[in-house]
T-cell receptor
Framework: NAGVMQNPRHLVRRRGQEARLRCSPM?????VYWYRQLPEEGLKFMVY????????ESGMPKERFSAEFPKEGPSILRIQQVVRGDSAAYFCASSATENTEAFFGQGTRLTVV | QKEVEQDPGPLSVPEGAIVSLNCTYSNSAFQYFMWYRQYSRKGPELLMY????GNKEDGRFTAQVDKSSKYISLFIRDSQPSDSATYLCAMSAGTDKLIFGTGTRLQVFP
């Protein structure tokens, strides 16, 4: 049973470009969470999605960031017009239902140059 | 004040030692408590998941939750060099998001 799959593992973007990060949850999981981790810091919640619905986006910056989890295909975290401060590791987690164990992917490390 | 406080370490112990890792929190609504292990440049790996107060044991790992003191612990017995990693506590009020501590870096030397 494959775990949470994230791609790409590493992404380099120039300032002003768009970054698209993908996450395929574990088989049977319909709850997806995105977190951001800055160096020497813990993980910060960004957004919680179920299929075709955003449940909680209280951790998402108000501008340039968006997320989706379509009926078919992976969840996408999209960052428009990236800036150097967006450089971080972005982790996706999935769970089968609310209040059950959340399993993390290996992350996408975004570097903005 | 952060919702979850965790000593960043590093904590350095000899192989075979008992390791104690701790977190305190301020939100009394937290009900679900987790410990994750994260190796350098890898994703967090779930070690322990507990609900409400009490103890839970899994192999060399024991998790304790004391809701009255808002304090959780992870004990590692017979520590091994392969246990060297960053340990993250996380908790949830049972809605959606996990709130993480900043992590404690553990080094187990042979």
């Amino acid at each position: 049973n494959a775990g949470v799959m994230q791609n790409p593992r590493h992404l380099v973007r120039r300032r002003g470009q768009e970054a698209r990060l993908r996450c395929s949850p574990m088989k049977g999981h319909s709850h997806v969470y995105w977190y951001r981790q800055l160096p020497e810091e813990g993980l910060k919640f960004m957004v919680y999605l179920q299929k075709e619905n955003i449940i909680d986006e209280s951790g998402m910056p108000k501008e340039r960031f968006s997320a989706e989890f379509p009926k078919e295909g992976p969840s996408i975290l999209r960052i428009q017009q990236v800036v150097r401060g967006d450089s971080a590791a972005y982790f996706c987690a999935s769970s089968a239902t609310e209040n059950t164990e959340a399993f993390f992917g290996q992350g996408t490390r975004l570097t903005v140059v | 004040q952060k919702e979850v406080e965790q000593d960043p370490g590093p904590l350095s112990v000899p192989e075979g030692a008992i390791v104690s890792l701790n977190c305190t929190y301020s939100n009394s609504a937290f009900q679900y408590f987790m410990w994750y292990r994260q190796y350098s440049r890898k994703g967090p790996e779930l070690l322990m998941y507990t609900y409400s107060s009490g103890n839970k044991e899994d192999g060399r790992f024991t998790a304790q939750v004391d809701k009255s003191s808002k304090y959780i612990s992870l004990f590692i017995r017979d520590s091994q060099p392969s246990d060297s990693a960053t340990y993250l506590c996380a908790m949830s009020a049972g809605t959606d998001k996990l709130i993480f501590g900043t992590g404690t870096r553990l080094q187990v030397f042979p």
